[in-house]
Structure formats: structure tokens, C-alpha cells
């Protein structure tokens, strides 16, 4: 649950799992992304920085995250630990030791409503993804949009913070839900002033 909008991140290693995180990572938002490793897959995009090396630790420099994605333990070893000299969060791809610092779990995004799961194995962790987002429908994005854009309203009505957390309560609920799906946003707001009558929309 990063923003990683204007952050460096660093794939060392650029194989098939270098592959499936920069698309992961270009869903989040990414926009500088660099991969170093002596040969590159074919299905990394082109508008991905590539760094022809093998690795070296100055390739870190500058870097966010880092990202041990290569065939070799021995060098994953070394991202591993040249990244935590710097303070750099790294995520390691393979089962060696030392440990990364973070995991990457199987996300499902619609709106401003996301979804991540972890589960020790990626198959589990998307498959536990998968069926939780089979529950979800249309009234709960939309509803996070709604949120979203009622939020600075709700913060700034002079209303106490208890009052603001009961009505963020509220607004989760089936009956929420319902009144947006079935009435729209005016709707909701009639709903919602009713139940808070102090407070202002508009």
C-alpha cells in the first residue's frame, strides 16, 4: 500500500519475474522503474530504464525499493544486504536467506477500492484474492468514489471527531449502500441528513 507514483525502483535481475513486477508495479502507479541485469526478457516493456550490467551496489543509488529478482542466491544475497546498508526496502524473490524486508501480496484494484492479500504462497494468496473479490459489487466502488469526495466535507463541518467517525460508519453500511445504489448521491445525501440533520453538504 505504497505510493510509488514518483519513487526509483530497482529490479536487479531481468528474467520472467522481472516481467511480472514492473507490470505489477506499473498497476500501482510506478513511473521510474530501472532494470539491471546482463539480458533482458523480451516482454520488458521498452520505456523500462534498463541498465545492461551485472550487478554492482552503485545501482542502487537513489533507489526506494528494491526488487532481488535474479537466478543467482549469491547475488540476491548481496542486493539484500547492500540495500539494507543504504536503508532501502527489498523485497527478495527467491527462498535464500538473509529474509527481504517486505512481500509483495496478490492486489486486485477497481476504483479507489483495492484488495491485498498474502498467504505465504502466491497461488494461495491469489486464489484467497480471487474469491474475495467475487463478493465485492459495484456499490462498494462507487461508494469509495462517493467517500472520497464527501471526506473534506465531513472533515470540515466543524462536527467533533466522534460524530465524523459515526457518520464514516454509516456511510459503510448495507442501508448506505442501498440508498446510493437506488437513489444516487442526492439520495444518499437525503439519507445521510436525516439520520445527521447537523450536517451540511452543500
Do not use: C
Not at 507490470?23 to 539480458?39: I, Q, S
Not at 444516487?184 to 453538504?201: D, F, S, V
Amino acid at each position: 500500500m505504497l505510493d510509488v507514483t514518483e519513487r526509483l525502483v530497482v529490479i536487479i535481475g531481468g528474467g520472467a519475474v522481472a516481467v511480472r513486477k514492473i507490470k505489477m508495479l506499473r498497476e500501482a502507479g510506478a513511473t521510474r522503474v530501472r532494470v539491471v541485469a546482463p539480458h533482458f526478457h523480451e516482454q520488458i516493456p521498452a520505456e523500462i530504464e534498463r541498465v545492461q550490467e551485472s550487478y554492482e551496489p552503485r545501482h542502487l543509488d537513489g533507489s526506494s525499493l528494491v526488487y532481488a529478482a535474479t537466478d543467482s542466491s549469491a547475488v540476491n544475497d548481496q542486493v539484500v544486504r547492500d540495500a539494507r546498508t543504504r536503508g532501502v526496502l527489498v523485497n527478495r524473490l527467491d527462498e535464500g536467506s538473509p529474509n527481504g524486508d517486505f512481500v509483495t501480496p496478490a492486489a486486485w484494484r477497481q476504483g479507489e477500492v483495492v484488495l491485498a492479500v498474502s498467504a505465504g504462497s502466491a497461488a494461495l494468496s491469489i486464489a484467497i484474492r480471487d474469491d474475495l473479490a467475487a463478493q465485492l459489487d459495484d456499490r462498494h466502488v462507487r461508494m469509495s468514489q462517493v467517500m472520497a469526495e464527501m471526506r473534506p466535507k465531513i472533515r470540515d463541518s466543524g462536527l467533533g471527531p466522534q460524530k465524523r467517525s459515526a457518520i464514516f460508519r454509516d456511510l459503510a453500511t448495507d442501508d448506505a449502500l442501498d440508498a446510493l445504489a437506488q437513489r444516487g448521491e442526492r439520495g444518499l445525501h437525503a439519507w445521510l441528513a436525516a439520520r445527521y440533520p447537523e450536517l451540511k453538504l452543500q
